[in-house]
């Protein structure tokens, strides 16, 4: 999606980092992007999340869901500067080009071509951008089912280098050693016709990705190139923490376990509830002790699946979540675990993706 830093005071409270989160389909997707088109996709990101969320960012930010699904979305200019900027020259080319352009969405079922934005309209006095989202590239930025990745909006905003930014979101959060052959690198970035000689891509993709996140990101990686045969033709990519670039007060949340009520229930939960068992995100949040404690005490892919199959077959539930909440008291009174009992069982649990993927794949088979 994404100056030294941007100030908050559009979000109405005293945080000084916005954690965004980010579908790793739109993390890993093929595009070319210049810097100040992924600003721009920052700040939509920031907004749409804002949305799902139920937070209100400052008065020059605005969405409007239309009919199909569309929505037609206000972002201001400011945002997508650095603090030292003041010509909007940039973001009108940027903005320019954006507008056509597309991606390459590819999930379990489809493979297709998105356009970005649509309709985009500069206005000069209101310092506003507006442009329409069609449903398509809404999903693709808030579909979890492959997994997410979480990163700092002000620290990706403050990026020179469009490599940066994307082994940024890449990296962010993520430490276990991962290969990607330079072929993906390359169709990923839309550079395969770019830097044909190896050397030429170390030099200006890895390794100036590599120095602007070791001065500014708390996330980035060392790499070892790999060969096949004679011929170079993977990289090793093991990626570190570097704690002084972090900021404080994202640190501090960290180790409170504080983040925010919605975002503490894993995306690939939320998805599954709301597609599945009735919720939205006022429910999400109301019952977050209780699946936090569900998640970490019980069994929860297979509970899902056990409950799925009852209320498919009972026409008589007319309310879903309450039913689940029942069950899921009383599974937990069988277990010795409480509501009340010390706030240390409401840490959540974290299912790995493959678990979640797993699910969707069983519930989707009970409902056909």
């Known amino acids: 999606m994404l100056c030294i830093f941007v100030s908050h005071r559009s979000i109405g409270m005293k945080i000084n980092s916005l954690e965004l989160v980010q579908s790793y389909i739109f993390t890993t997707a093929k595009y070319d992007f210049s810097v100040y088109e992924k600003r721009i996709m920052y700040c939509i990101v920031k907004l749409l999340q804002a949305e799902l969320e139920g937070r209100k960012l400052n008065e020059k930010y605005s969405i409007q869901n239309l009919l199909w699904d569309e929505k037609n979305i206000t972002i201001p200019i400011a945002d997508c500067l650095t603090g030292s900027e003041k010509t909007y020259d940039r973001i009108k080319k940027a903005v320019e080009d954006l507008e056509s352009k597309k991606f390459i969405y590819e999930d379990d079922k489809q493979w297709k071509i998105i356009r970005i934005i649509n309709m985009p309209v500069v206005e000069k006095y209101s310092s506003v951008i507006k442009l329409r989202l069609q449903p398509e590239i809404v999903n693709a930025f808030l579909s979890f089912q492959k997994g997410y990745r979480k990163y700092v909006f002000e620290i990706a905003m403050n990026f020179d280098s469009i490599y940066a930014m994307r082994f940024y979101e890449l990296f962010s959060n993520k430490f276990e050693p991962i290969t990607y052959s330079i072929e993906t690198i390359k169709e990923m970035f839309q ?58 007060d994202i640190e501090q949340k960290e180790l409170n376990k504080q983040i925010s009520p919605f975002w503490s229930v894993s995306p690939e939960l939320t998805s599954i509830l709301i597609q599945h068992f009735g919720y939205d995100k006022e429910i999400i949040k109301n019952h977050k002790k209780i699946l936090g404690l569900v998640t970490k005490h019980l069994n929860f892919t297979e509970l899902l699946r056990e409950i799925y199959g009852q209320i498919h077959n009972n026409n008589a539930i007319n309310n879903v979540p309450a039913y689940m909440y029942g069950i899921f008291r009383n599974k937990l009174t069988e277990k010795g675990v409480y509501l009340d009992a010390n706030k240390d069982n409401q840490n959540i649990g974290s299912p790995s993706t493959e678990e979640w993927e797993d699910i969707q794949r069983q519930l989707n088979k009970i409902k056909k």
Do not use: C, W
Not at 195 to 210: G, Q, T
Not at 213 to 225: A, C, R, T
């Open 191 to 248: 550079i395969s016709d770019k830097y044909k000689l190896v050397a030429d891509f170390r030099r200006k993709v890895l390794d100036r990705a590599k120095k602007e996140l070791d001065k500014k990101s708390p996330f980035s990686f060392n790499y070892k190139m790999i060969k096949t045969g004679r011929k170079i033709t993977h990289i090793l990519f093991t990626p570190y923490k570097i704690a002084k670039n972090q900021p404080a």
